[in-house]
């Protein structure tokens, strides 16, 4: 029951309770999960019963809570498919540089279960940059989840870098007080509701202070 239009190149965070249907709502978005009533449009056209593949192409891109993991695939192939191109060495390792890798190390490694979870993590946002070119849309799901402190502060640097230079709309799901402060928007979702929109100044000090308000999902190019 979420009413909700995001517009052209916004940076909004989606915060709330855990399981207050905040993942649930941008694996909507992205077409993991299937939208059981209401409509979501894309610049006016309905993209409800479009695959996930038909909206990736059309440039909603998503980064998972949990990344998969790609055994006998590098990390230098990996950003290249998420570029869409072929990635000069520099290129490929600028990406792992924004979100905290050293790219030396982790370039030519298998993306498999010898990774830590923070760094598949980390890895899988480096992709979601790597597409950014391309995309219109970027969703991260609680980016910091499994982050150590110094590469979550080089990320929410990489948030506002991408914000200020890219022509994205940046959807995050978040927690973190560092992030939301960032937001063009903060939403808080909790019961399967907006309860809050607004600013982050005006949200954070309230954010315990919960309206239930009462499904359509809106995106601006």
């Not at 694996?27 to 019963?49: H, K, Q």
């Not at 909206?55 to 993991?69: H, T």
């Not at 929410?156 to 994205?168: D, I, P």
Request: charge should be negative; proline fraction near 4%.
């Amino acid at each position: 029951g979420v009413d909700l239009q995001i517009p052209d190149k916004r940076f909004v965070v989606i915060t709330g309770p855990n399981g207050g249907g905040k993942t649930t709502l941008a694996r909507t978005i992205m077409g993991i999960n299937e939208a059981t009533s209401g409509s979501i449009l894309w610049n006016g056209e309905d993209v409800t019963d479009l695959s996930i593949s038909e909206r990736a192409k059309k440039g909603i891109s998503y980064g998972f809570q949990q990344p998969p993991r790609f055994k006998g695939m590098k990390v230098r192939d990996l950003l290249q498919i998420a570029a869409g191109k072929k990635l000069s060495h520099a290129e490929a390792c600028s990406y792992l540089t924004k979100v905290g890798l050293c790219a030396r190390d982790y370039i030519d490694r298998d993306v498999d279960t010898s990774l830590s979870g923070g760094e598949v993590k980390r890895i899988e946002i480096a992709t979601v940059l790597a597409r950014a070119e391309t995309s219109k849309v970027l969703i991260f799901d609680e980016p910091e989840a499994g982050i150590d402190l110094w590469s979550f502060h080089r990320l929410t640097k990489t948030f506002r870098e991408l914000h200020e230079e890219s022509k994205c709309t940046i959807i995050i799901i978040s927690h973190q007080e560092r992030i939301i402060s960032q937001a063009d928007e903060v939403l808080l979702i909790a019961d399967g509701k907006l309860t809050l929109r607004g600013k982050p100044e005006d949200i954070l000090p309230s954010i315990d202070d919960v309206e239930e308000k009462p499904c359509m999902v809106e995106l601006d190019k």
